[in-house]
């Protein structure tokens, strides 16, 4: 049974392709940097020749920078999907098989969007779409006497 099943799947996934349709799109913005540097220098010099002297600075100085930059972008990749099966999408015809015999997915959905119905109907459903009236036979009791 489970064989059945996993053949079943397995044709049916050989016999499938897809082409798959993604829209997606990426907006990326405004990003900032504060940036600060404090830098310190401390330099001493000592220079001796006749006279010495000895020369200290401190330098310090105080970088802040703000850097914002924008960066939008924006990604659209379009991936395009339409199934197309080669397998009759029913394999078990509608109500011969009692519900939940046979496992979910074995046979694959039909998906339903107006776009893609084939053109030659497949056998999953009546052509004309009225319903048939069905007629209530009366049973007629019969009197006792």
Do not use: A, K, N, S
């Not at 020749?49 to 850097?67: A, E, G, H, M, P």
């Not at 990604?75 to 197309?84: A, D, I, K, L, Q």
């Not at 078990?92 to 084939?118: G, N």
């Amino acid at each position: 049974y489970l064989f059945i099943y996993l053949f079943t799947y397995l044709l049916l996934r050989t016999t499938t392709y897809y082409v798959r349709t993604y829209v997606r799109t990426y907006v990326r913005t405004v990003r900032t940097y504060v940036r600060t540097y404090v830098r310190t220098y401390v330099r001493t010099y000592v220079r001796t020749y006749v006279r010495t002297y000895v020369r200290t600075y401190v330098r310090t100085y105080v970088r802040t920078y703000v850097r914002t930059y924008v960066r939008t972008y924006v990604r659209t990749y379009v991936r395009t999907y339409r199934t197309v099966r080669t397998v009759p999408y029913r394999t078990v015809p509608y109500r011969t098989v009692p519900y939940r015999t046979v496992p979910y997915r074995t046979v694959p959905y039909r998906p339903y969007r107006p776009t893609d119905r084939p053109t030659d109907r497949p056998t999953d459903r009546p052509t004309d779409r009225r319903r048939r009236r069905r007629r209530r036979r009366r049973r007629r009791r019969r009197r006792r006497t």
